[in-house]
């Protein structure tokens, strides 16, 4: 539980190598290209503008990794200007501070050892055993033993509270539905004309902010099982549950996990648990009950690290967790649905 608990996921995009397919998949695995001309055209703060310019300035990204205090301490990260977050900028000067929580070095099952330690030898860029080292967006270097933040400098090394050297992989399940008014008829906004979609959203104990539910994926386990074992547990209350109450739980989630589905998101999450030498990655993927039949059959209830949960509108008024709004407004994208009362806003970007 611990490991779900440190490990829940801040969403805020900055890479977008691996934005390039967005893809929808059946539940027989295979995946056809989803509008991927609409997709790459509106000005999405991605990745594409953040490995900088030749001035080496990253504006709109990797903002989250340089913040402080650092998370659950009185940490402050060394100063990194703009122009100097690219590796690539020479800075000899660079002095980061080095920080990893206690909770980090206590060796729990879902930490990596000290790089010094001798009997941890592990391969990075690749699988090692149970452990998926390889990042969503390709190779990234090993300086000194320790992997090096693909998105550049963030005034810290060591891990922080993240368990893993280089990637800590995570997962978000973004389940939808369209607003309906008593007669099942679904409802368009007066502005926009179009359908309302309404996604399910977790008030964190945390921060008290409103958040996609999403957690770590665990060594060895598919990112499919993480999603719905999450959503399960932080929207359901799963952990919860009789043995038959989980049983009929698992009947129904099965019906929404085995839909088509949307996956809106792979790759590098600028986050302020980030360091120079750990960071967040995750896949968030948009499950849509289209008839709401399934999800009539589910009570909200809010689980593990969730404070609150309930059926949310979308639009470009959303205040949400780090940037899970940029998630949603690609959901509301994808699905053709309402998002903004300004039509000019929808290429605008959050």
């Known amino acids: 539980m611990a490991e779900r608990i440190l490990g829940k996921t801040l969403a805020t995009v900055s890479l977008s190598v691996a934005l390039a397919s967005v893809t929808v998949r059946s539940s027989g695995g295979c995946s056809i290209p989803a509008c991927r001309n609409s997709f790459l055209s509106c000005g999405f703060h991605l990745y594409s503008n953040s490995m900088s310019s030749s001035s080496g300035a990253q504006e709109n990204s990797h903002n989250k990794a340089r913040t402080s205090p650092y998370p659950g301490s009185k940490v402050q990260r060394s100063q990194v200007p703009n122009e100097k977050v690219g590796w690539f900028v020479e800075w000899q000067d660079y002095n980061p501070v080095e920080y990893t929580a206690v909770s980090v070095l ?62 800590n992989h995570a997962a978000d399940p973004i389940i939808t539905r369209w607003k309906r008014d008593k007669s099942g008829n679904k409802i368009t906004h007066p502005a926009s004309g179009k359908n309302i979609l309404q996604f399910v959203a977790i008030k964190r104990k945390d921060c008290g902010e409103w958040a996609i539910p999403g957690g770590m994926v665990d060594p060895g386990e598919k990112i499919s099982a993480t999603l719905k074992r999450e959503f399960g547990e932080e ?46 990655e995750t896949e968030a993927v948009n499950y849509h009950d289209e008839t709401g039949e399934i999800m009539d059959n589910l009570t909200l209830e809010a689980g593990d690290d969730a404070g609150k949960v309930k059926w949310v509108d979308i639009s470009h008024r959303l205040q949400l967790y780090a940037s899970h709004s940029q998630f949603i407004k690609l959901v509301a994208e994808k699905r053709d649905a309402h998002w903004s009362e300004d039509s000019d806003a929808d290429c605008r970007g959050l």
């Not at 109450?245 to 986050?271: A, C, M, N, P, T």
């Open 106 to 167: 206590a060796g729990p099952r879902w930490a990596d050892p000290q790089i010094s330690e001798s009997n941890f030898s592990p391969r990075f860029n690749e699988k090692d055993g149970h452990v998926e080292r390889k990042s969503q967006n390709g190779l990234y270097e090993i300086e000194n033993g320790r992997p090096r933040n693909p998105a550049g400098r963030t005034g810290l090394i060591g891990r922080g509270l993240l368990g893993r050297w280089g990637p």
């Open 235 to 280: 929207a359901l209350n799963s952990l919860q549950k009789s043995s038959a109450e989980k049983r009929e739980l698992e009947k129904q989630l099965h019906k929404l996990f085995s839909q088509e589905h949307l996956v809106i998101y792979k790759g590098y999450v600028d986050d302020p648990r980030n360091t120079d030498n750990a960071w967040m």
